[in-house]
């Protein structure tokens, strides 16, 4: 007991550092890869399962996990699961029919099933993190929702899969992923659905809404000394809407601004706020490659719209900017250099940074980086580069104008609170 006792102090003496040492991360390249080390995770189970997700659908593929978590629930391993009400909205009744019958414990967050629910602001703010742990020994996250890699929610069936990934991890890394999990089914499961947005309804904030802030929130980034750990050295890194607002948005923010040779980051929805776009400016106009990959085939056309309005900025300092052809893109990774590389679910977009619960793995090792960077090296070299769109005229203008307004009014309709 003892020795267990000193292992948990040292792994959350580190995790208050933000890093965790001794690690081993490995990348996961779409569903076809993540959903067979999960389920043979899951059938080798022999204590308790956590699983959170935004989509959790019931096409084949999503039912064969199902039936994993049934199988492992029926051989006395403890089986929780929780997933977003508005994002598995339309699977709700088969999962819930499912699992009631099984007896596993499915919890949903902020559900959509009364008329009401659609009135509220607070339910813009949804769970998008993609995560699970077996036994406390295996980790998987990463931006990939339970729901086969060739099916769209809203254009049906492609050739080729989605551009998506994930990593398995097990070491001190998995015990931050544990307890984000554990936190959100328990909140979901007990109905504590009380808003975390609450701080930003409160009337003294307006008043006094700095000293509030950094009361309610907490640490907001990463150190910028990493401390001397065995590799792998990786970080968890959340974004909720108490205590870490802006932690993912500074993750990358910092990065950038530390690069020297290469920043490529990879997004379906792109519309980063000034501190990310400044950042990005800053390394190209000082002469490091910084590459966008975004989508080519949108499946909102409205998210596309929004990021073209900052292309003509981004290019004219420099930034070279992709759109992904073959399939959807639906990844959410970065690599800095040759030593920081990031993996998770946040879009970088207001919605991801500033509304959604979110979660990333940051890892420092030249390994892992430059595994993530010849799949981004790949994905490019299929991709079409964009040339200059919108110009700088009245039209322009009027776009980049457009589209900040609306980003405006969503945050403050969505309570999010500081400028975007």
């Known amino acids: 007991m003892r020795r267990l006792g000193s292992r948990r ?17 490995e990348l996961l390249r779409g569903g076809d890869q993540l959903f067979p080390r999960m389920q043979a995770a899951i059938r080798h189970a022999h204590s308790e399962v956590w699983l959170a997700t935004y989509i959790f659908h019931d096409d084949a593929t999503s039912l064969a996990l199902v039936d994993a978590l049934i199988a492992a629930h029926r051989r006395g391993v403890r089986v929780r699961v929780v997933v977003d009400g508005f994002g598995s909205n339309a699977s709700l009744a088969t999962l819930r029919e499912r699992f009631a019958a099984s007896g596993v414990a499915l919890a949903v967050f902020r559900p959509m099933d009364r008329w009401w629910h659609w009135l509220q602001p607070g339910q813009l703010r949804r769970l998008h993190q993609k995560l699970c742990v077996v036994d406390g020994d295996v980790a ?112 990358y923010a910092d990065a950038i601004r530390g690069a020297r040779e290469r920043v490529d980051v990879v997004c379906p929805y792109f519309y980063p706020g000034q501190r990310i776009r400044h950042a990005l400016r800053s390394a190209a106009d000082r002469g490091v490659r910084v590459r966008l990959l975004l989508q080519g085939k949108l499946d909102y056309r409205l998210a596309g719209w929004a990021a073209e309005a900052l292309y003509a900025d981004l290019i004219g300092h420099g930034v070279e900017i992709y759109e992904y052809m073959p399939a959807f893109l639906h990844a959410k990774v970065a690599v800095v250099d040759d030593h920081w590389a990031t993996v998770g679910s946040s879009n970088i977009d207001p919605l991801s940074l500033l509304v959604n619960l979110e979660a990333n793995v940051v890892v420092l090792d030249a390994g892992f980086t430059a595994r993530l960077a010849g799949e981004i090296d790949a994905a490019i070299a299929v991709s079409q580069r964009v040339g200059e769109r919108g110009g700088t005229g009245l039209r322009a203008m009027m776009h980049r104008a457009v589209v900040a307004w609306f980003a405006y009014v969503f945050l403050r309709v969505a309570g999010a609170a500081g400028r975007y």
């Not at 102090?9 to 991360?25: I, L, S």
């Not at 339970?146 to 998995?174: C, K, N, Q, Y």
């Open 9 to 25: 102090r040292r792994r959350h003496e580190a995790a208050d550092a933000g890093f965790v040492g001794g690690n081993e991360v």
């Open 140 to 251: 998987f996250v990463g931006g990939i929702n339970v729901i086969d890699d060739r099916l769209d929610l809203h254009h049906g069936t492609s050739e080729l899969p989605r551009l998506d990934f994930a990593v398995e991890a097990r070491g001190g890394l998995v015990d931050l992923v544990a307890q984000s999990v554990r936190a959100i089914w328990s909140r979901a499961w007990l109905g504590r659905d009380f808003d975390d947005a609450l701080i930003d309804y409160v009337p003294l904030r307006r008043r006094f809404g700095l000293w509030l802030s950094q009361i309610w929130r907490g640490p907001q980034r990463l150190p910028e000394r990493v401390p001397h750990l065995p590799p792998v050295c990786a970080a968890f890194v959340l974004r909720d809407n108490l205590r870490r607002r802006r932690t993912i948005e500074h993750a």
